[in-house]
């Protein structure tokens, strides 16, 4: 299992324990290694040469200084987060790399009869190198060198028909690298990410009831189930009615908001009338639960049409200190004379865009 915690200071962050190689120096360097080389016949001449690092390895050579020499660095780059250890005064230090290994070559030259053969050599070589700065680390135990770019250049010059006289020129470059183990924020700035086609509200179809008038995801009073249509306002039709949702999650500062729902005008019939207002609104709320801004739209029973089904929408942005939302429907009925109810279904919160356009289209797959 992974080595993780949740740091609360100044709000919830998954962080996990990672090894980051750190690079402590990067430098290119140059060996020349020269050799005589005695052909097995005479030559005409060398066609050339292939040649290759076999068996290479680059370590690290460490020396013990008094840590006082370094406290400045090692307070400057924080290392009491790495596991630094001023108490034993004793800094190890890497101040040259040990460079070894075997330069391979495939000699092709031509014989007297015309013919190009070949001949292997191998040439040992080591060296070390003086960093141009040298570089304390916290456990020379994580310290390893690693080599990029390696380039060969042969250079060669034939002598009395079977001495090969031989240059070879060695660039690459070495990383001085140390692995060292740090808690890192695995989720930085989720609050800026914009799933867009993503509904925000539990239960949008108002499909899951603990009772015929209780939705389980929703607050709700004076409503009752229809079917798997959704919830309606109203049910008895001369009192008021709500239906609300508070949603913690996926509120992002700077955010562009879309409700949208069904209405059905569910109009009296006989001697009823239909005399209401209902109103949809989205507020916004800070850390401390303070309103910050709300945006709302009413529809009169006139303005609703009779036992059909449509669909509204509003917009809304979200404040930068935005931190949840507020989804409400109110049901304001003509209580001497109201005799008709409304029915509210699908219904979708989504983020739509942010301030700088950033978002995460919705994956279906």
Request: aromatic residues 10%.
């Amino acid at each position: 299992m992974p080595i993780e915690y949740f740091y609360s200071e100044p709000e919830n962050v998954l962080c996990v324990k990672v090894n980051v190689p750190v690079v402590l120096a990067d430098t290119e360097i140059q060996f020349i290694v020269d050799n005589v080389a005695t052909l097995p016949e005479l030559a005409q001449k060398v066609d050339h040469i292939d040649a290759m690092l076999k068996e290479f390895d680059a370590r690290p050579i460490f020396i013990h200084e008094n840590g006082d020499r370094w406290i400045s660095v090692i307070e400057e780059e924080g290392w009491d987060r790495f596991g630094w250890r001023w108490s034993e005064h004793r800094q190890p230090v890497v101040k040259k790399i040990l460079v070894s290994g075997t330069l391979h070559k495939q000699i092709f030259y031509v014989d007297k009869n015309d013919v190009v053969k070949h001949v292997g050599e191998d040439i040992p070589f080591a060296d070390h190198v003086t960093l141009d700065v040298p570089q304390p680390v916290v456990n020379e135990n994580n310290v390893y060198v690693k080599i990029h770019h390696k380039k060969i250049d042969m250079r060669w010059d034939l002598r009395r028909g079977s001495r090969l006289q031989q240059t070879g020129v060695m660039i690459f470059e070495i990383k001085v690298v140390e692995d060292r183990q740090v808690f890192v924020n695995v989720c930085p700035q989720l609050d800026k990410k914009c799933v867009k086609g993503v509904n925000l509200l539990k239960d949008g179809n108002l499909e899951s009831w603990a009772t015929d008038t209780t939705p389980v995801f929703w607050g709700a009073s004076n409503v009752i189930r229809e079917g798997t249509a959704g919830a309606e306002l109203g049910n008895v039709a001369n009192r008021a009615a709500s239906l609300f949702q508070t949603v913690n999650e996926g509120i992002v500062p700077t955010g562009t908001y879309r409700l949208c729902f069904d209405v059905t005008d569910e109009a009296a019939t006989g001697a009823g009338q239909s005399a209401y207002t209902l109103t949809a609104e989205l507020v916004f709320y800070d850390r401390a639960g303070r309103v910050v801004t709300s945006e709302s739209q009413s529809w009169t029973a006139s303005q609703l049409p009779d036992n059909t089904r449509t669909r509204y929408c509003i917009n809304a942005m979200a404040p930068e200190e935005a931190k949840s939302a507020l989804v409400r429907f109110n049901f304001d009925p003509n209580t001497a004379v109201n005799t008709a109810q409304v029915l509210i279904g699908n219904v979708m919160l989504e983020c739509t865009r942010v301030q700088n356009e950033y978002y995460e289209k919705y994956y279906t797959g």
